[in-house]
């Protein structure tokens, strides 16, 4: 199967010097694309900066802003049998000042939304095709996250708590929901984990979407 898999964060620039973004490491993503390769699959792999090295045989397509994101994903979006979103896309933008702003006075800053590129490619998908939603919240995990993937349109998606604790410490609470409501607790599952957990889940209504569990 070909596979779309986005990762990391954006980076939305402010001026030559400074940008806004937030501290997404990318690693889900990476591993999911690392799972993929190992499982045969073509992997395209959309990543916002990280430290990250791309695993062997992946597409990769590195880029910086949520439109420039937005536009690659749009450009292979109709050719893939599954997007996997796990990028944390920033929600908005500055305008860009082409020279540096001075930082003697304060600033007031407008942002402007950024396109919502999970919702874009729910409005366009074909039956055949499977959305992986993944969403950070604090509270109401799972009323969030059917919401969300009503929204957008997703078959599934995962929800982090990012302020929980499990048992183990740096564990975070984990909820991947289906369309039809199923709810399973992945809570004490390591990103390798959940990363095998995600392809044995969501590839198998690809050929068969009546199947979907
Ligand atoms: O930010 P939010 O909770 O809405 O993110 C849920 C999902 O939507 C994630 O999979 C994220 O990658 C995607 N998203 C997007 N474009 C945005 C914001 C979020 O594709 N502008």
Known sequence: MKILITAGPTREWLDPVRFISNPATGRLGYLLAAEGRKRGHDIILVSGPTRLEPPAGVVFVPVESARQMEEKVLQVFPEVDCLFMTAAVSDWRPRFRRNKIKHKKGIKL?????????????????????????????????????????????????????????????????????????????SNYSKEDISRFLFDHCLTICNNPSSLS
């Not at 078959?155 to 709810?183: C, M, Q, T, W």
């Open 110 to 186: 407008t942002l402007f939304p950024n396109p919502d590129i999970l919702s874009v490619c729910g409005k366009n998908k074909r039956p055949d095709q499977v959305l992986i939603g993944f969403a950070l919240e604090t509270r109401n995990l799972i009323e969030e996250g059917k919401r969300k993937m009503r929204e957008k349109r997703l078959d599934y998606i995962l929800v982090n708590d990012p302020n929980f604790f499990g048992k183990e410490k740096g564990r975070h609470a984990s909820l991947f929901i289906s369309r039809k409501g199923k709810v399973i607790d992945l």
